[in-house]
Each structure stands twice: as C-alpha cells, then as structure tokens.
C-alpha cells in the first residue's frame, strides 16, 4: 500500500458514493475485536447494499489496499480487525431475505445478528423452526462472523457446526465478482455477468486441481474429529463430499472471499427439552462422564468452573446464579425429544446411572424456567465473567479454544492443568465439553515482556499437547491472529502448502484479512496490552488498583475486553444509546476503545489526554445509565469514566449550560423553594432553552418549603430509621416523602426525615467532581452517627449515589459506614416484609413498573419486582430499560431526540400495552418524568402502599 493509496482510496469510494470513515475516534473503535490484538485500521466502511460492498472490494484492489470483513466484532482471535479497510455488515445489510419453511431455508443478508434471525424464524414459523448455530454469544455476533469462524454453540452436540447448516454463500472475491458458492460447485450469481462467469469457471479449474493434487493430505489430515476448525475446511472439495465450495470456504476467516449474502439450512424444534445440573469437584471429572451423557442423546453438554459462578454472584449479588448442586464444576446437559415423559425418564435414568458412576458430588433436574435462564445466563457470560474475576485478577484468550475428541477430554485437561501449574499460570475453563471443546482464560501477563514470553512458551507447547491428542488447536473461534502461528504444529508442510494454494487461488493479491491461517505473524505480535505508556492518571474517583502494577484508570477502561453484550438489541438495559443508534460509537464497548486509545502511548487521542475531543464525543450519548456496571460480564462502568473524564475534560473550559442549570439543581431548588409561586409562573418554554434545555419537555412545577414541611412532620426522637428526602422529592414531589415516611412507619419505625443532605448525583453527571465530593463529605459526616440504623432514600438514583459513588469519591471510612446503611425504597420495603410487617391497603392484582437503572445496577435488577411480590402484587409488567431520561441528560435540547427514542426501547412499549385504569410506577424522578411525556400518570411505590392512600381516594 503506497502513502497516496488512503486518498486515493477515499476519493474512489466517495465517487462510487460510499464514505469511508477515517478520524481518530472511528478507528479506535476498530482497532480492537474480543482478542488479545490491536490493529488500527486505514478506514471503516458501512455498506449499505451489496453494491456498495462491491464498490469497497474493486477501490481497495485498484488501491492494494487489505480488506477485512466484520460482524459484531467479538472474534477472540483477532480476525475482525486488520490495518486496511474494516467492512462493517452488521450495521445495513442485516436483514433476512427469505423464510422457506417447506424446505427449511432462510436466506439472509451477512449482518444480521443470530438471535434477531431465530426471532424472525420462530415468527414466520410459529415456533416449528430455528437456525441451530448458537454460540454464546449469538446476542450480538451476526451470521456473517458465524460463517467466518464456522461457530458452533452450546447446542453443537446435537447440531454441529455453522457449516453443517450453509446451502449456499454469494460472496466477492478479491477483485469484486460477484458469485455463489453452493453444495456442488461455484457460479456467476448473474449469469447475465461475463466477468463473472469466467472468474468462476477458473476458480472451478483451479479448486478441482488442488483437491486432486492433495487428496490424501485431505483425506488424512481434515475432518478428524467433530471440532476441527484449524485451517481451511478443504476436505469439502474431496469427490466423496460432492465438491462443496460452499461449505470450503465456512472458516476461511475473510481470507479469501468476502460474504455478502447466505442461504442456511433451518432445523425442527423439539416439543421438549430438560435441563441437568451437574456439579462435580473439578473439570477433569466433569469431563470423565462426558461419554456417558453421550450415549443419551443430549442436545448440550456445557460446563462452567466456580472462578465464574463466583464471579457472576460478586458482580450482580447472590441471588445472580440461582439453582447451582454442590460442587466446584458444572456440567449443564440438556435433554429434548418430541415425548415429554420420555425426555423425563431419560433425565432420571441419567441422573442416576451418574450418581452411581461415584463422581458426582450432586446433581438436579432444572424444571423452574427462571433458574434455567439464570444458569444458562452464566455460561454465556461466560468469557466476560472470567476475563475479571471476583479475586482481582485478569485473564485472557489466547488458547481459548482447542478442542480434542470428547473420549481424550479428560486426559487432555489434566495434562494442560499440569502446563499451566508448570509455568505459574491459572486458568478458568468454561466450554463446550460434549464436542470436547474447552474455552480456557488464562491468567497471561501481556503488559510485560516476561508475561508475554511466558505466553508465546505455554502457547507453543499447549498445541504440541493438544496435537499429540489428536486434537484442533482451534474449535470455533478461528485460527486469525492468535493461533495461526501454531498451524505447522498441526499440519503437514504438504498440507500447509495447500492451504497456502487455496488462499492464492482465491486472493492472489493477499487483500483480504491477511495474516490470518497463511503468513502469520509472530502471535505476539500487535497485542493490545504491549506499549501502554506508563502513566499516572489522577482521578476523583477511587478504581480498583488489581495487583497495583497499573494505573487504576488505566486498567478500569482496558476492563472491555470487546465481548460486546452492549450491542445487544434485548435483554437487560445495556446499552440504551446503542439500541437507539445501532452505530459502535454509541455502544459501551465502542467508548471504551476510544478511552484505551486515549491511554496508549502512540495512539493520537493520547497526546490530547484528558482533553480529547474524539473521546468526548464518544461519550457524547452516554446516558450514564449505570447499566453497562452489572449487564457488563466485566463489570465496565462507563458512567464513572464519563463524569471522570468531562472533569479533567472542562477544566478551564466553558462548560453547557446545562451543566450548570441542572448540574447544579440542588442549589436552585433551595432557592425557588423559597418563591415556587413566583418561579413557577416565570418559568416558560423560553426559559428553557435560556438553560440550554429543550423546549419540548415540560418542566416540573416547584413546591414550596412550606409544603415539604407538612409532608415531613415533626421530629421524631430515638428514631430507629433515617429517611433521607432527596433534593428531587424536596423540590417536586414531597407528597412522595409524605408517602415513604407514612409506610415506614406503618411498620413500627421510627422515622427521622433528613433534608439537609445531598447525594450529589448532578455534580457527578455532569463532571463536577470537585463539588461533588465537597458535598458528599458534608453528607457522610451529617450521616455517620455512630449507629447501624438503615438510611432508605426516596429517590433510587440518589440512593444508588450514596451506597456506590459515596464511598468511591469521599473514600473514608465515615464514607464507607455510610454507604453500607443505604436502602433504597424498594429494598427497605423487601426487608420490612421478610420481618413481619403486611401492607394495610388494598393492592392492585397489576402494576406496571419502570426500574431506575441506577436502582437495577446498584440495589440488583430485581428490586423493585422483589418488593412488590412480597408486598402482595405478583402481577408485574416491567418495563426493564432505560426511561431515556436519566438525569440531565433527555432534558438537554441536542439529546430530547435520542431520549424519546430509548423510551421506545422499553418503557413506551409497555405503557400502550397498560390499561388505563392500571397503576404505572416510577419511583425515579427521571422516569416519572418520561412517563408524563408519555402522556401517562405514574406513581412511586410509597405512594402504592400509602396507608393514607385509600382514605385521600375517598376524599
């Protein structure tokens, strides 16, 4: 590539009308994919149809210039990034095509995400039918990535691997023809296409000759065992395999072709399934009785090691992982058949034959369908969860996926339990033990030069182990950057030589994702964690220092290990601003490269540090949900990164003006107070925007002092109970302090109202990091009173201030007493239940429910559906997601838009679908506010259970 290539490139694409994206923040947000790597690439480019791909792969031929091809970028290899062009499928060609349910096919475009594809299946389908891929992380990772890596999923026992399911692939070659590969050849997807046609009958000549060629290297060497992923798949080419191109190039990592399209075969659903628990004392017994589970006819056998279930519970609370045997191992084994009892008498026969075999330590049946979303939950955080364990430590990929025949597991685990123990190393092991497939984070140093020496030793010689057992040093995720070095371990020269061929034939200009399977490079080559300048990065807040050997700001945002559960479109709340924009800038992952960019040495945002434009920007559209801190499997907490940032960021700078007209609330709020008639009727919508605030919102009404007194009452002596009134209740809606105070009290408790402290949320929303900790040490010493009396806070997010952000701005003691007395409302009312006390006013069978997301990420996603069940209400609709509001942030003009459209996400949806009689919760300020947008009426859970409230209903 020659210096004016990139230009030259740009001014082609943009001609062709396709923008090639090349600033500072886009390409961090792509120099990283769930691997060990870092590879800046020249450009990104979303193509919006296949002849925009087209335009991308002829530019970048024209110009020499690499190409790689990206899905959800969660390869732990390294195979989504490169230092051309990156082509993102998954933002526009991500749609399916076709449904054909009489012959059980789907044609779809490459970017569609593979949950979204089972939802749009069991649609058309009524349930009959699903795409049997389904790799933990199928919530993001999109069918083209699957193709790539030729994934198999939890349920690869039964189904196998992505290529058993390919019919077909369109695909680009290297210089742009469009063709399609298929069961028994390769041809000119327009036959119309003169160029085309002559390039597929010369690839044909070419593929045919060097199946001939090498037909016992293939015969002997591929398609050993169920997992052999390593290298390229040629052993479809074979005459007894009916020369399957389509099927050749599954697992060919982008190095030949580009995908542009997919035909896949789709599979029944069986009418039932069951789940086993196993717990077992170690992994290695776990995978002794893999061959007896086998001789059962299982749909999963998964297995997870207690470093995970440790840290799920550490990061989420106890109740996280529910449903767990004894044990320090689990293997989860699901049965299915279209006979439910028949499926249950082999659980049982299961069961009890394993029991017998005396390695066991226990083992249930999983019939509650809670517990097995929790458990399976686990497994598929799983990379996440042990990349940041509950001790402290990290650990990495790298070896993360080889695979042995499921009979030589065990054996082949207490070996590589022997080289890890051998070299210094732990490793945390999770994975598909019924395809003999392990996925083993290791506690790897790469940040020093013996760490990485250490590394590149364990690496060589675990896939000398692994060959010796006849196994595949990879068994889903793809050779790419991390194991390709290794292939000659593996392979023949002869064989290596025809991979070396097949690539050529396809690519002979070495565009597409070089270095990956053919000419590696070193595999320390380009890691992430290598150069990182070692600096001090002073912060407000205290982070986690780990083993003290990197700065702890640093090490906080290198946290995001790429596995992308915040680009998921459902489930849990993470991340809002990517569900409204479907752009990587927006997702959590994608700040989080901006900010690893920002630490690096030689990275361009770092020479600005604190004072980065690209990373502001990326941070633009963070709600500072909090959500990312718990829905995270590695616990990123991006909130706490933005308000650090914006307070290096704004220093001596001019700050919005929402900055200061909602940032510094608390402090108007005591001042209107004093006047609420008069500044009600002064505030406009001109008034509004005056405040760098939208006019389109409605602004709340201010109450008087007067009211909050009456609200509050008097004093009470030898009160057992703080309630602190936040400034949002004190200035907007004290008949909910009025309300709190009435249902505490109902309990037996004597309530003491405070309303002269603050948590400081608005300051450390906006980045005012300096007064906030001013602030929160006046409330910890005001609330440090030498007892144990439990604070309960009115508002979730001001509470959820107090017990987290308390202790890790003010960091003292006072700080860390206080923080462990806060309850939230919701939570105080759980408690008050489990100790006796009934609710003495009639409830509502149904309730619909907007959570807080700093409550869900704090105070646990349950708590408010916790606390409604043990108040009596079982009928809950939650409309778990973001409001949209969050703070300061749906009330600032640029970001009105972008809030409404995050209501839509959750909260929007589950008020049409509420009766309008029904009650609406929303114990958070900001979601109330939401909800009146909406054009509803909401309440807060004191006002619910009120023991005043059915008497003021009367009156």
């Not at 690839?203 to 997992?227: C, H, M, Q």
């Not at 994975?431 to 790897?444: D, L, N, P, Q």
């Not at 008034?687 to 760098?692: I, K, P």
């Not at 400034?727 to 809606?733: P, V």
Request: net charge negative.
């Amino acid at each position: 590539m020659t210096a004016a290539a990139p230009q030259r490139l740009v001014d082609a694409l943009s001609a062709a009308g396709v923008t090639l994206e090349t600033d500072d923040r886009r390409r961090a947000e792509y120099s990283y994919d769930a691997s060990n790597y870092r590879v800046r690439p020249l450009g990104v480019a979303f193509p919006r149809t296949v002849a925009d791909a087209v335009e991308v792969v002829r530019a970048c031929a024209d110009a020499g210039v690499p190409i790689t091809s990206r899905g959800g970028g969660t390869s732990m290899a390294g195979n989504s990034i490169g230092p051309g062009v990156v082509l993102d499928f998954s933002r526009y060609l991500n749609r399916v095509l076709r449904i054909d349910a009489d012959v059980r096919t789907v044609q779809v475009e490459p970017g569609i995400v593979i949950t979204d594809l089972m939802g749009q299946v069991a649609e058309a389908t009524a349930g009959r039918l699903t795409f049997a891929p389904d790799p933990s992380s199928k919530s993001r990772a999109t069918v083209g990535g699957a193709i790539g890596n030729d994934a198999c999923g939890n349920h690869s026992v039964r189904h196998g691997r992505t290529s058993d399911h390919v019919v077909a692939l369109d695909v680009l070659t290297a210089d742009g023809q469009l063709l399609t590969a298929t069961s028994d050849g390769l041809w000119a997807t327009n036959p119309d296409d003169v160029g085309a046609v002559a390039a597929a009958a010369a690839l044909t000549v070419a593929l045919r000759g060097i199946a001939a060629e090498y037909l016992s290297e293939f015969r002997l060497e591929l398609g050993r065992i169920p997992r052999q992923v390593s290298g390229f798949h040629l052993a479809h080419l074979l005459p007894e395999n009916g020369f399957n191109v389509a099927r050749a190039l599954v697992g060919s990592e982008g190095t030949c072709v580009v995908i542009v399209g997919a035909t896949l075969r789709l599979v029944p659903v069986a009418e039932s399934a069951q789940l086993l628990c196993l717990g077992y004392r170690d992994v290695v017994d776990a995978a002794r009785d893999v061959m007896t589970i086998l001789e059962y006819s299982p749909a999963a056998v998964e297995g997870i090691d207690s470093s995970i279930v440790d840290t799920m519970r550490h990061r989420r609370g106890p109740d996280a992982v529910v449903g767990l045997p004894d044990g320090c191992a689990w293997l989860y084994v699901e049965l299915d058949g279209d006979d439910h009892a028949q499926v249950s008498a082999r659980g049982a026969e299961l069961l009890q034959r394993l029991r017998e075999s005396g390695r066991l330590v226990d083992g249930r049946i999983v019939a509650d369908p809670t517990e097995s979303a929790s458990l399976w939950r686990v497994r598929e955080d799983g990379a996440g969860l042990a990349s940041r364990l509950a001790s402290g430590g990290e650990s990495w990929p790298g070896w993360e996926d080889s695979a042995v025949a499921p009979e030589q597991l065990s054996d082949y685990l207490v070996e590589m339990l022997a080289l890890l123990d051998e070299l210094g190393l732990t490793g945390v092991m999770y994975g598909h033990f019924g395809a003999g497939c392990m996925h083993v984070r290791i506690t790897f140093d790469q940040r020093t030069e013996a760490g990485r020496a250490v590394m590149a030793d364990f690496v060589h010689r675990a896939a000398a182990l692994c060959v010796r057992f006849g196994g595949s040093v990879s068994g889903e995720h793809g050779d790419g950057r991390a194991r390709s070095d290794v292939l000659p371990l593996m392979y023949s020269p002869s064989t290596m030589t025809a991979f070396a061929k097949f690539k050529q034939i396809w690519d002979p200009l070495a565009i597409l994702n070089p270095g990956s399977i053919i000419d590696p490079a070193p595999m320390l080559t380009d890691l992430a964690m290598a150069g990182i300048a070692p600096l001090e990065w002073q912060t407000s807040f205290e982070l986690a220092a780990g083993d003290g050997t990197v700065d702890p700001f640093v090490r906080a945002v290198q946290g995001c290990v790429g596995v992308g559960r915040c680009r998921t479109s459902s489930g849990g709340v993470m991340c809002p601003s990517y569900r409204a924009t479907g752009d990587e800038k927006d997702s959590t992952r994608g700040r989080a490269r901006a900010l690893q960019d920002m630490v690096r040495s030689g990275a361009p945002t770092s020479l600005e540090g604190w004072k980065s434009d690209a990373v502001r920007e990326s941070l633009d559209l963070c709600l500072s949900c909090k959500a990312c801190s718990t829905d995270c499997p590695t616990g990123v907490d991006m909130a706490t990164y933005k308000a650090e940032f914006f307070d290096h960021y704004y220093r001596r700078r001019r700050r919005p003006l929402s900055h200061y007209s909602l940032g510094w609330l608390p402090l108007w709020l005591k001042v209107a107070s004093r006047t609420a008639p008069i500044v009600n009727r002064l505030v406009r919508p001109g008034t509004a925007r005056l405040a760098g605030l939208t006019s389109q919102r409605a602004l709340p009404q201010f109450t008087s002092r007067r009211r909050l007194r009456r609200e509050v009452g008097p004093a009470v002596a030898h009160a057992d109970t703080v309630l602190v009134i936040d400034s949002f209740t004190q200035g907007f809606r004290p008949d909910v302090a009025g309300s709190a105070r009435r249902v505490l009290a109902d309990a037996g408790r004597a309530v003491e109202c405070r309303t002269d402290v603050c948590c400081g949320l608005t300051w450390i929303s906006t980045g005012q990091l300096t007064r906030a900790k001013k602030v929160l040490t006046k409330t910890a010493h005001a609330l440090d009173d030498g007892t144990d009396r439990p604070i309960v806070v009115v508002e979730p997010s001001c509470a959820a201030a107090l017990r987290k952000d308390l202790p890790e701005l003010v960091q003292t003691d006072a700080a860390r007493r206080v923080a462990a007395r806060v309850r939230s409302f919701a939570t105080a009312v759980t408690e008050q239940v489990e100790s006796g006390w009934r609710s003495s006013v009639s409830l509502p069978a149904e309730v619909t429910v907007q959570t807080h997301c700093h409550e869900y990420a704090v105070f646990g996603a349950g708590s408010q559906r916790k606390a409604l069940a043990a108040a009596g209400v079982d009928g809950v609709r939650e409309a778990t997601g973001c409001c949209g509001v969050a703070g300061n942030f749906g009330f600032e003009r640029e970001h009105y838009d972008l809030s409404m459209k995050v209501a839509e996400q959750a909260l929007a949806p589950a008020l049409r679908e509420t009766s309008s009689d029904a009650v609406v919760l929303a114990d958070g300020f900001s979601c109330r506010m939401q909800v009146d947008q909406l054009g509803r009426s909401s309440m807060h859970l004191a006002q619910l259970l009120d023991p005043d409230r059915e008497r003021e209903e009367r009156h």
